[in-house]
């Protein structure tokens, strides 16, 4: 029948406005109260009726995927080895992605040799152009670029206050994990550590490096001049030389060495076979 929507959505808006003061009267006014945080009771599910936000006093509190301006992660200050250092490389691939092209990066240069580093010198967001896409931290590499939850940037001076630089889009990975704690563990998951992809890698070179330094064990450190020396006449005789015995508890080779010696030994048996068969 014509007519039959308008008629649901007025009574829609009648049941709302009912129900607003029926949920004042339930509540006796308490909602509104300030001595009392009575904004979960507000903005909880069991609130019917109209509600009315007493902003900037009361803010609703934003989804954990809400998408406003970007902004740059930097490592905190209490770091042991990078603070305050960048996640970005300023590979460019944000601002490629970006379809308004309000992104601008400068790659940093080493003073002295004059070659690029991974790290920007300046990076500039015009947040007038920005239209919260989000692509700029879905195609990072090194998650480096999120999404911010501040929405309160209007001011009167949009020529230079509105285009951000590096110095205030960069904030700690603290607070990235303090406003989408959930993401946050998602990306550790897929990374596979809440470091950076590069201090991941320093930590694995730097660990590599320590056990290189590091003094063998006796088990593994090479035989004197004269077991070396009866090792290579049995192998010239053809005769396969008893390994020495090793200490209690230690383990002379590991599995591949072992596999090794078991090749080695089974081609001289063949070779002193072959030999025997031409001298017969």
């Known amino acids: 029948m014509y007519g039959t929507g308008l008629a649901k959505g007025l009574m829609l808006t009648l049941r709302h406005f009912v129900e607003s003061y029926v949920d004042d009267i339930r509540y006796g006014f308490r909602k509104y109260h300030h001595s009392t945080d ?4 507000r903005q909880g599910t069991q609130t019917k009726g109209v509600i009315t936000v007493q902003y ?14 970007p902004f740059l992660i930097v490592e905190d200050e209490d770091h042991p080895t ?8 300023s590979c460019g691939i944000c601002a490629k ?18 070659r690029p580093v991974p790290e920007p010198e300046a990076f500039f967001i015009d947040i007038d152009i920005c239209m919260n896409c989000g692509y700029c ?28 630089d590096k110095e205030r889009l960069s904030k700690p990975n603290s607070y990235w994990r303090s406003i989408a704690p959930t993401r946050a563990y998602e990306e550790m998951l897929a990374r596979g550590t809440w470091e950076h992809k590069d201090a ?21 450190r090479p035989a004197a001049p004269q077991a070396q020396a009866a090792a290579s006449e049995a192998s010239a005789s053809g005769e396969t030389a008893a390994p020495a015995p090793a200490a209690e508890g230690a383990t002379p080779w590991t599995e591949d060495e072992a596999k090794r010696e078991e090749r080695r030994r089974k081609a001289l048996e063949r070779k002193a076979r072959r030999a025997a068969k031409r001298g017969s």
């Open 38 to 41: 009575n904004f979960g009771i």
């Open 56 to 69: 900037p006093d009361e803010k609703v509190a934003v989804p954990e995927r809400f998408r406003f301006v």
């Open 82 to 89: 990078r603070a305050g250092k960048d996640w970005c490389t």
């Open 97 to 114: 992605v970006c379809p308004p092209q309000c992104i601008w990066i400068v790659r940093g240069n080493d003073p002295n040799t004059g």
């Open 137 to 164: 931290a879905e195609y990072c590499p090194f998650d480096a670029i999120k999404m911010d939850h501040d929405y309160e940037l209007a001011s009167y001076d949009r020529t230079t206050h509105h285009i951000h």
């Open 200 to 220: 991941a890698k320093e930590a694995r070179r730097g660990a590599a490096a320590s056990r290189a330094s590091a003094p063998p064990p006796a088990a593994e």
